[in-house]
């Protein structure tokens, strides 16, 4: 344990969460960044155990600091810094939001133009995003 004072920009780009740390600074302007229901700031000084509800994308993760690394460390070294305590139910949403409608058989072939038509109506019917 490091018990480093670092800010919560700087500890979610550093485990991973966003690929940068610009990008993990506009999420927390952009409240997507959360700690019992309220907004987290960027300078926000990290502290162990603090549950942090974060928007990566689609998906609502809810993470608990373990530790504070020294600098951004590789994919494998990551749950040594934080528990990812997202519920299993946020994944399977996340599958079937990616769920593809242009799924066919192999060997199926290209679609026709009906098929293309009847893609496109499901694609307009349930939104496409």
Aim: proline share 5%; glycine share 6%.
């Amino acid at each position: 344990m490091q018990n480093l004072d670092i800010r919560i920009d700087k500890w979610l780009w550093m485990v991973r969460l966003f690929k940068t740390r610009s990008m993990a600074t506009d999420a927390c302007n952009a409240g997507k960044v959360k700690m019992d229901g309220t907004n987290v700031k960027p300078s926000k000084m990290v502290k162990t155990e603090e549950c942090y509800h974060v928007r990566v994308g689609q998906l609502e993760k809810v993470v608990q600091v373990i530790d504070t690394p020294k600098s951004r460390v590789g994919a494998p070294l990551v749950p040594q810094y934080y528990t990812d305590l997202t519920p299993p139910e946020e994944y399977d949403r996340l599958k079937q939001l990616y769920a593809k409608f242009e799924y066919r058989e192999q060997g199926a072939g290209r679609p026709t133009k009906r098929d293309r038509r009847q893609i496109d109506y499901l694609k307009d019917y349930y939104g496409e995003d």
